[in-house]
């Protein structure tokens, strides 16, 4: 079993910035892939950016050029730096991790990032 953590959610103003990360625990053998997700209120759960244990990133388009993720100093752990921050990035955002070759995912439980207007 695999526990995930987020951290770093909050207030922030439109234009601010906030780092959100992620430390997983538990029976970790090794790791595929690690990502952030985010739901907003009445939407979908959406892909935000995702990176590879050999270090190849995924963004999503609404995200590009303004977030970065990547993998931390410690071991099974990941961030996700957000830059100029807009309204519609308020969401719970979501740790996911991706053990290799299980087929399995594991979640955090979330994060809320609330930016004002």
């Known amino acids: 079993q695999v526990q995930l953590v987020e951290s770093g959610g909050g207030l922030v103003q439109a234009g601010g910035s906030l780092r959100l990360s992620c430390a997983a625990s538990?029976?970790?053998?090794?790791?595929?892939?690690m990502g952030w997700y985010r739901r907003a209120a009445g939407k979908q759960r959406e892909l935000v950016a995702t990176?590879?244990?050999?270090?190849?990133?995924d963004y999503a388009d609404s995200v590009k050029g303004r977030f970065t993720i990547s993998r931390g100093n410690a071991r099974n752990t990941v961030a996700l730096q957000m830059n100029s921050l807009k309204p519609e990035d308020t969401a719970v955002y979501y740790c996911?991790?991706?053990?290799?070759?299980?087929?399995?995912?594991?979640w955090g439980k979330g994060t809320l990032v609330t930016v004002s207007s």
């Open positions: 996911k991790l991706d053990p290799l070759g299980t087929g399995l995912n594991y």
């Open positions: 538990g029976s970790i053998l090794s790791i595929n892939a």
């Open positions: 990176i590879t244990s050999g270090g190849s990133t």
